[in-house]
Every structure is written in C-alpha cells, then in structure tokens.
C-alpha cells in the first residue's frame, strides 16, 4: 500500500474505535472558509467541440497536467481535461449516438465515468475501464434519457478522491424536446451558466494538499473555488439567470441559496421537476446536482453562498464542514436586463416510458451503511453484490447506521426517493436523482429500474460519492442481467486480477 494508504487506514480505525466508544464519529477538523474578494470573472468550461461521421458525434478528452491560479497570483498544480484544470462540457441530444476518445497523458492510470449516464456497463468507465498512461480508451452509446445536467469524473480504483481533488471534472449537458422547448434561461454562459462548486487545501507553495487527518468525512478545504477559482463573479445581462449547480467537492456537503431572496428549483441530478418550487437554498453532497432560476433587478448586486447547513442530526462538534457559511460566487447585473420568462416546462414525450411506479416493484433491496461498508463488506473488484434482472423495477432501502452522513450513488440509472424514514421527501429530493445525502441514522427508500443493458461480467457500481469513503471501500458491483442467466452474486474469476 502506499504511504497514504497506510496513513488513512490508521485513521478509519480511529473512526471505529471512538464509534465503538459510543460517540458515534472523529469530529471534521472544521477548517473555516477563507473569503477572498469576489474580482475574478467566473472562468466558463467551453463547449466540447465534436465531430458528426455515420451518425455518431464524437468528442476528444485527454487528460493532462498543467497549472492553474486557485487564487489570484499562486500557480497551483493541478490536472484537467484538455487544459489544466476541470474539462470542457460536453453536450448532447437525446437519440443521439455519442462516443469519446479518452487519451490519458498522466503518468498514472485513471478511468472516465460519465456520472448519471445510462449506458452499458462497458462504457460506464469505472473501475473495471481503467486507462493506462498513454492509451485512448474509447465508449459509445446513445443518449436516452430525459435532458439534465451530469457530469464526468475519474474513477480509478481506490484513487477517485485524489483524481478529482486534483483537478479532473466536467459536465455534460443533455437535451431533448421538453428542455429545448422550455420557457427556461439556454444561453449557454451567457444566462445558463455552470457553477461547478470545489473546495481545496493549499500549502504555502500553493500545492494541493489531501489531509491525512483522520477528520471526517475527508478533506475538507478552506479554498472553496467556483469552475477553478476563488472569488469568482458573473455578469448578468438577462432579468433571470439559470445555475447549473454541481457539488464536485470530494467531501463537503453544500448549502447553496441567495443571501437575499429565493430561487426556484426547476432539475435535479437527472433532470426537470414536475414543475419549478420556491426554495431558499437547495443542500447538494458530493455529486449531487440542482438547476436554480435566479430573478435579478437592473444593477443589482448578489451572492450565491452556502449557508449553515441542516446536515440532519449531524451534532456541532462533528460539524463535518457544513456548518460554515460563505460566499461562493458574485452575481452582477448589468443596468438595463433583457427580459426572461417565468420558468415553466412541459412534459416530455418520453414521460410515460421513462415514468417509475413503485407498484411494478418486484424486488426489494436493503442496504446498511456503516463507516465504510455496505451491508457489512467493503468494495472487491472480484465479488458481485447484487444481481438484477434487466427491465424490473426495483425498492432499494439504503440505511445509514451511523451518526455521520453519507452520499449514495447508483450508476447507470437515475432513481426517485419515495421515503425518507417513512415520509414524503423534501421537495429537492423529489426529481430524477442519482446521489442523495443520507442524514445520520435514516433509511431512504429509492425506486429504480435497470433498462436495456446486459452484461453477465460488467458490473455497475453503487457506493457512496464522499470520494473517500468510497476509496476506502463503500461500494458494492451490481450486474445487470437477462432473465434466466445464471449470474449469481459471488466471486467471479473473470473480474479479478
Ligand atoms: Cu460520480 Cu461512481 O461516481
Ligand atoms: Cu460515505
């Protein structure tokens, strides 16, 4: 193991000897946010560029090294994707054929997962799609599944955390007949903007550093940045501005509102609500997503911030970083707005195919979290968890044990939470989702279904998305199957090594 393996394994058997005490949880080191002046334009990810050929839209990411200033005047090593830091954003129809080349100029392997995605288990790019140093790996799939805002990250086995921390992020945007049409702000940049929220340490040399502290639920940084840079602020030109809002922290859990007024909500990690809701701030843990319209008055100045957050019993002194408020980003209006309608959306064509309905629920699922493990085992590249039947729709019960929080993330499908702890759930949580916070000692209830795709060898993954818990074994490999395959869950021979 390596030199931080061995340090952080020290620090989970701290976590379990003071769980073990009765106390539940090794408070975070709360590292207050530093808030630094809001003069830097806000950097917006460019649109992937593509090239169309027999159908297929094909974009290029290679991932890189480089150097970029977090703060104003420090040049801090960092990776991007084609650049030095995050990606471009990649963007495409329903229906439409998509494939990446994803060229790997690292020295170190690394893998790209198209977080949110339906797609076959091959191209997922987790842990089982690593791409050596030097290699092009290349997915293709189609787009099928409803216009929404998701994103792509590394996922190499063991080493996510650092992957992203480091720097390696960015979105990719769907769209389809109801988004296109919608009375929604779509300029992209412009009155649609990216806000892709990360929080870092910096040494005195300005490198990134992971703390090896042992604070839960990992490193949780006093640089909060905005697309790559501190203090970052936004020209607004139109009466509403839509915010595409992505936890990409590997730790911190966010609570993201206007210092003044309310916004309204119109998606969640998969897509469009039913319709927009009235909220002050909308809670995102790492990988979670949320779309916001913002209504701003002629030369006007606000901030977008993170206040204290309701982390759900999560008790003070193990603040776990969300009992902080700053400020994330600057929205300036301009003197005079062009005018904005008043969000609204109709259904999509595909709403009756795409639609879940908890009584066509034919196996219910139960998963226990604890520190590090679900349902009492931690991630084995060679062990399947969970085998599904392609097509059924399925009740997973996801119970956090434990007094400090998690982040649950199922791959290749987007789900809807019925309950948490047997009520309704909050209006933020009652759109397509993919990740969803799990308070301390709560049981969510989430309805999904695996369409289209097979593979008897090729697993998903499930985990949690604190990037490192999910390192340190929070995940389990479910695959996805024919009805009467002999897949069972077990070893494998085919998948380890
Ligand atoms: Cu965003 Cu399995 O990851
Ligand atoms: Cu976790």
Not at 426 to 447: H, Q
Request: glycine share 10%.
């Amino acid at each position: 193991p390596t030199r931080r393996a061995v340090l952080r394994a020290t620090a989970l058997a701290a976590v379990v000897a003071v769980a073990g005490a009765g106390c539940g949880a090794v408070p975070g080191s709360v590292t207050s946010v530093d808030e630094p002046e809001f003069i830097r334009e806000l950097p917006i990810p460019p649109l992937a560029e593509s090239t169309v050929a027999g159908g297929v839209r094909t974009f290029r990411l290679t991932a890189q090294e480089g150097t970029t200033e977090l703060l104003p005047g420090v040049e801090t090593p960092t990776w991007g994707f084609d650049g030095p830091n995050l990606g471009p954003t990649l963007r495409a129809e329903r229906g439409e054929k998509v494939a990446v080349e994803v060229t790997n100029d690292l020295d170190v392997t690394t893998s790209v997962h198209w977080h949110g995605m339906h797609l076959p288990a091959a191209m997922d790019g987790g842990p089982h799609q690593p791409v050596a140093p030097g290699d092009t790996w290349r997915p293709a799939w189609t787009i099928d599944q409803p216009a929404a805002t998701l994103w792509y990250h590394p996922h190499p086995h063991g080493e996510t955390e650092e992957h992203v921390y480091r720097g390696l992020a960015g979105l990719f945007l769907l769209d389809d007949d109801a988004s296109r049409a919608a009375d929604l702000p779509q300029e992209y940049g412009v009155d649609d903007v990216p806000v892709v929220v990360q929080d870092k340490v910096l040494d005195d040399d300005g490198r990134l550093v992971l703390k090896d502290d042992g604070g839960e639920p990992g490193t949780l940084g006093g640089t909060v940045v905005t697309n790559g840079v501190a203090g970052a602020y936004q020209e607004v030109t139109t009466e509403r501005v839509r915010l595409r809002l992505l936890n990409g922290s590997t730790a911190r859990t966010y609570s993201l509102g206007l210092a003044d007024r309310e916004m309204d909500l119109v998606a969640t990690d998969g897509g469009l609500l039913d319709a927009p809701v009235r909220l002050d701030h909308v809670r995102l843990a790492p990988g979670e997503r949320a779309e916001v319209v913002v209504a701003l008055e002629p030369g006007e100045t606000t901030r977008l911030r993170s206040s204290e957050a309701d982390l759900g019993g999560v008790a003070a002194p193990f603040a776990m970083g969300g009992n902080d408020a700053f400020d994330v980003l600057e929205l300036r209006a301009a003197d005079e707005l062009a005018p904005s309608p008043e969000p609204s959306w109709g259904p999509s064509t595909h709403a009756a195919e795409d639609a879940l309905h908890e009584d066509d629920a034919t196996v219910t699922r139960t998963f226990d979290l604890d520190e590090r493990t679900i349902n009492g085992e931690r991630m084995d590249a060679g062990r399947i968890d969970e085998v599904a039947t392609v097509g059924s729709t399925e009740v997973w019960e996801v119970r956090n044990t434990i007094p400090m929080p998690h982040s649950f993330h199922v791959h290749d499908v987007q789900f809807r939470v019925l309950t948490v702890d047997g009520q309704a759930p909050p209006p933020e949580l009652a759109g397509p989702k993919d990740t969803v916070y799990l308070e301390p000692r709560r049981t969510y209830r989430l309805l999904m279904r695996f369409d289209d795709y097979t593979d008897d060898v090729l697993p998903y993954m499930y985990h949690c998305h604190m990037l490192l818990h999910e390192d340190e074994g929070m995940m389990g490999q479910l695959l996805v199957v024919e009805p009467g395959s002999d897949a069972r869950p077990g070893r494998s021979e085919r998948l380890s090594g």
